[in-house]
C-alpha cells in the first residue's frame, strides 16, 4: 500500500517480533505485540515521527503482551484485542473489523487455534500472523485453550484462502526468514499442507 510504513523489531528472550504499521501521509501509526518490551518500538516510531494510536494483540499469552500495558500508556494508544482475550482492552476487536490509521487499514481476521482470541491483521499487503503462522510452521495446539479443530480452519481455510502476493510477518524469528511470501508458505510450509481435518489432528499429534 503507498505510503504504509511497516517496521519489524525482535524483542526480549524469546525471539518475539514486535512491529509498527504506519500511514506516511498523516504520521498515524499501530503497534503490533510489543511483547516483553516495547521501548525499541517506541524509538522507532519517534525516529520516523509516527504517533502510535492503537497498541494491538495477536493474543493474550504474556510473551506477546507483557508490556502492553506500560506501553499503551506510555504512547498514549488505545489497547486492541478480540474479545475473547483475557487482556483488559480498550477496545474489543471482531472477525472482520476495520481500524483505520489515516489512509492505512488494518483489518482484523479471527483465526483461532493456538489460543481462542487469536488473530490476524491485513494492512495493505502486510499479514502480521503471531503465533497462528510462522515461517515455516505454526503455532502449537497442545496448549490450555487451544484447539486443533479451530486451527485446521485457521490454517487451511483461512490463510489458505488469502492471495498469495501476502507477505507474512509472523509473531516469532523461528523460521529460515523473518518474513515470507504467502504464496511460498502455501508451497513449502508442511503445516498449510491441504489436508483434511482428520489428517491434520493426526499430523498435528506426530512429535
Same mark, same amino acid.
Given at each position: 500500500?503507498?505510503?504504509? $510504513?511497516? &517496521?519489524?523489531?525482535?524483542?526480549?528472550?524469546?525471539?518475539?517480533?514486535?512491529? /509498527?504499521?504506519?500511514?506516511?501521509?498523516?504520521? &498515524?501509526?499501530?503497534?503490533?505485540?510489543?511483547?516483553?518490551?516495547?521501548?525499541?518500538?517506541?524509538?522507532?516510531?519517534?525516529?520516523?515521527?509516527?504517533? $502510535?494510536? /492503537?497498541?494491538?494483540?495477536?493474543?493474550?499469552?504474556?510473551?506477546?503482551?507483557?508490556?502492553?500495558? *506500560?506501553?499503551?500508556?506510555?504512547?498514549?494508544?488505545?489497547?486492541?484485542?478480540? *474479545?475473547?482475550?483475557? $487482556?483488559?482492552?480498550? /477496545?474489543?476487536?471482531?472477525?472482520?473489523?476495520?481500524?483505520? /490509521?489515516?489512509?492505512?487499514? $488494518?483489518?482484523?481476521?479471527?483465526?483461532?487455534?493456538?489460543?481462542?482470541?487469536?488473530?490476524?491483521?491485513?494492512?495493505?499487503?502486510?499479514?502480521?500472523?503471531?503465533?497462528?503462522?510462522?515461517?515455516?510452521?505454526?503455532?502449537?495446539?497442545?496448549?490450555?485453550?487451544?484447539?486443533? *479443530?479451530? #486451527?485446521?480452519?485457521?490454517?487451511?481455510?483461512?490463510?489458505?484462502?488469502?492471495?498469495?502476493?501476502?507477505?507474512?510477518?509472523?509473531?516469532?524469528?523461528?523460521?529460515?526468514?523473518?518474513?515470507?511470501?504467502?504464496?511460498?508458505?502455501? *508451497?513449502?510450509?508442511?503445516?498449510? &499442507?491441504?489436508?483434511?481435518?482428520?489428517?491434520?489432528?493426526?499430523? #498435528?499429534?506426530?512429535?
Amino acid at each position: 500500500m503507498p505510503g504504509m $510504513i511497516v &517496521r519489524q523489531i525482535l524483542l526480549g528472550p524469546m525471539a518475539n517480533f514486535g512491529y /509498527l504499521v504506519g500511514d506516511e501521509t498523516t504520521g &498515524r501509526a499501530a503497534a503490533i505485540d510489543p511483547s516483553f518490551d516495547g521501548r525499541p518500538l517506541e524509538r522507532e516510531a519517534r525516529r520516523l515521527g509516527l504517533a $502510535i494510536d /492503537l497498541a494491538l494483540a495477536t493474543h493474550g499469552h504474556p510473551d506477546h503482551v507483557q508490556d502492553l500495558e *506500560r506501553f499503551a500508556r506510555a504512547a498514549g494508544a488505545k489497547v486492541g484485542a478480540h *474479545r475473547l482475550s483475557p $487482556i483488559r482492552k480498550d /477496545l474489543e476487536l471482531e472477525d472482520g473489523q476495520r481500524l483505520s /490509521l489515516g489512509q492505512v487499514t $488494518i483489518e482484523v481476521l479471527h483465526t483461532p487455534g493456538h489460543t481462542p482470541d487469536g488473530v490476524c491483521y491485513l494492512a495493505g499487503d502486510a499479514l502480521f500472523t503471531g503465533d497462528t503462522l510462522f515461517v515455516g510452521e505454526c503455532g502449537r495446539v497442545d496448549l490450555p485453550g487451544s484447539d486443533v *479443530r479451530a #486451527m485446521h480452519h485457521s490454517l487451511l481455510v483461512r490463510l489458505r484462502g488469502l492471495p498469495d502476493h501476502l507477505t507474512v510477518y509472523p509473531g516469532h524469528d523461528y523460521g529460515s526468514a523473518p518474513a515470507a511470501r504467502l504464496g511460498d508458505q502455501k *508451497r513449502d510450509n508442511h503445516t498449510l &499442507r491441504p489436508r483434511t481435518y482428520e489428517e491434520f489432528a493426526r499430523f #498435528m499429534g506426530e512429535p
